[in-house]
């Protein structure tokens, strides 16, 4: 049992028939995930890769019993496709698609606000339950079971982390990418909750990066917890010349709290142990598992 | 995309937001005509760049004649004006506005932004108190107030009346900030901007609030939905480089080092940019491949690294994933070396989904590269290169 997606996850793909949904829903199939339905405005009652496409969400739902949602819906349609999936009461949306305008997920999180649902993303790589459920875009062949839980804010950056994390031993319970948007879904402490809860996880690795404050958050919510997990901290972007916006629409200093130092610093703090360059996670990660070994 | 501030003071006039008499001018005898026919001294001269921090870096120049404005036009237009929020090379200045000075007996700082954790619209705004009109710097805001503001409209009108209350203004004024609150707000959605800074904002001897200066940035996530707005960013647009990279599904950003760096997504794009500073060195530029772009864009954004004159070596750090494999990104780095006859060395870290078809084209290539087994030994490598060591 894992904490978002597993092998009872019945996933549904919002715009599935698109070259991006086609691709990715097939190599979610290869994975192993069971998906059930694609939902495609206007071409309903068709099949697609084997799976029968439905108008709308709320159909899909009542026909497949679909309880998770992938959307790879264009930036223009995508909110309105979160919303559509929200009011069908999904208890989780993974929205894949980059470049939503901020003022469309300001929407979107109105509707979520005491919804039922989860949202994931957008501008998220996804969630990957390692051998047993992939729901999003990601690399997976490094990927594999075990008890580290990963959440992030980048998706190129996850891969290079599971990589080193596999390579010094350890797998992975459930990695999780929030997205690099200013305003969306889960945040970091959402995730925290979930991993800090979750018995198959033993220990949090947390990839931030400059802008927004939700690291602080995060660090916050780790001091107060009661039943906390080790964490283990990479913040990049020390060096981001300011006021510039560096890939990720959320990526970008405006002052003091977004830049890397504070939020490493606010981590820290905590009692998260940080992992001193990007190529040192996994031995970072696995120094403090021996340490606990011990 | 930050817009001019003529094009966003003239954005704001339609949702009645004033800002002061000003003549846009290309040329120092279109800036002295524009100096006499707004009468009243001193004037204004204003770099237009699409970038903040004008006044420390000597782009806003007071006139007290015709005569001094044309210089002023002088010193700025077909320069290069480098200020600390653009890149290192600067931005060219092909026009300026010409605007007359105001006087006002209070000032404050008022913007419109996104408030991440909240979701909402927020309005931040500081009192700055009385500033002399040749004073006036962009000197930091004490005392910010802020108010989130939901769209769907629980809060409104009691509430903005309540903000301005914070001010201490007499109740004309404060009545007309609301306003001017509301209507800055009305414009900030109907734009889709991400933010509208007001700063100074001034209230003068008759009680009128004017736009001194005005910064406009627009999502650029939602420039689908302006398309009347896309020839004003071309107008700002930032960088000529930053641009070009955009089209081809790169964020680029220019710096000021040596070490070129070719990099898929942000967040390994940042990491790659400490690594280079922990190993002491100095990016040439932040790069991140969008997931969207092809061998030929991915050529597109190795050439805006290989045309950097700084630029003496390329590190390419790459995380193969499930939409764009390495070879895809191998291939483009190819393509960018065989039209060039600048050979500039390589260093590669390239790992994930087809590295090993990676591997096959770049031995293809023949390009002078080394390649690293993990990103470190490859940020190192490269490192030593430009310092002259290996």
Known sequence: MSILVDQNTRLLCQGMTGWAGTYHTNRMIQYGTKVVAGVTPGKGGKSHLDVPIFDSVAEAVRTTGANASAVFVPPDRAAGAMIEAIEAEMPLVVAVTERVPVLDMIRVREALAGSRTRLVGPNSQGVLAPGVCQVGVMATDRAYRGTIGVVSRSASLTSEVISQLTAAGLGQSETIGIGGDPVHGMSFVDCLKLFFADPHTEVVVLIGEIGGTEEQQAADYIRGADAKKPVVALVVGKHAPPRRRMGHAGALVQDAPADAASKIAALRDAGAVIAPSPHLVGVTTRDLVARRAA | ?390
């Open chain 2, 1 to 390: 995309m930050q817009v001019l501030e003529c094009d966003a003071k003239k954005l704001l006039s339609r949702h009645a937001i004033a800002s002061p008499p000003g003549i846009v001018a290309a040329t120092p005898e279109e800036a002295e005509a524009a100096a006499t026919r707004l009468g009243r001294e001193p004037v204004f001269v204003k770099a237009q760049i699409g970038a903040g921090d004008r006044m420390s870096a000597g782009g806003i120049r007071a006139a007290h004649s015709a005569a001094e404005a044309k210089v002023a036009a002088r010193a700025l237009l077909g320069r290069k004006l480098v200020t600390s929020q653009t890149s290192p090379d600067g931005l060219v200045v092909d026009k300026v506005l010409v605007e007359r000075g105001i006087a006002a007996k209070r000032e404050f700082y008022l913007a419109v932004s996104i408030d991440p954790s909240s979701a909402t619209v927020m309005i931040t705004a500081a009192d700055n108190g009385e500033v002399g009109v040749e004073q006036r710097a962009a000197k930091q805001s004490a005392g910010l107030e802020r108010l989130l503001v939901h769209t769907k409209g629980e809060r409104g009108p009691g509430e903005i009346a309540e903000f301005c209350g914070r001010f201490s203004l007499p109740a004309d004024a404060a009545e007309s900030l609301g306003e001017l609150i509301m209507r800055l707000h009305r414009a900030f959605i109907e734009l889709d901007a991400g933010l509208i800074e007001i700063n100074p904002l001034a209230l003068t001897d008759a009680g009128e609030w004017v736009a001194i200066d005005a910064k406009l940035a627009i999502d650029d996530n939602a420039m689908f939905r302006h398309p009347d707005l896309a020839e004003l960013g071309r107008d700002a647009e930032t960088d000529y480089v930053e641009l070009h990279a955009q089209r081809h599904q790169i964020n680029f950003v220019q710096m000021a080092g040596d070490i070129g760096a070719v990099v898929n997504g942000a967040g390994l794009g940042l990491a790659t940019l400490d690594m280079i500073r922990a190993a002491g060195g100095t990016p040439a530029n932040f790069m991140d491949i969008r997931t969207t772009a092809r061998s030929l864009d991915i050529a597109q954004g190795v050439n805006l690294v290989l045309d950097n004159p700084r630029t003496k070596v390329v590190l390419v750090n790459v995380f193969g994933g499930g939409m764009q494999p390495c070879d895809t990104i191998i291939e483009g780095l190819g393509i960018a070396y065989r039209r060039r006859r600048r050979m500039l060395p390589v260093v590669l870290r390239v790992t994930g989904n087809n590295e090993d078809l990676a591997r096959l084209r770049l031995a293809n290539f023949n390009l002078p590269s080394t390649e690293c087994p993990d990103m470190w030994q490859a940020v190192t490598r490269a490192v030593a290169i430009a310092q002259g060591r290996a």
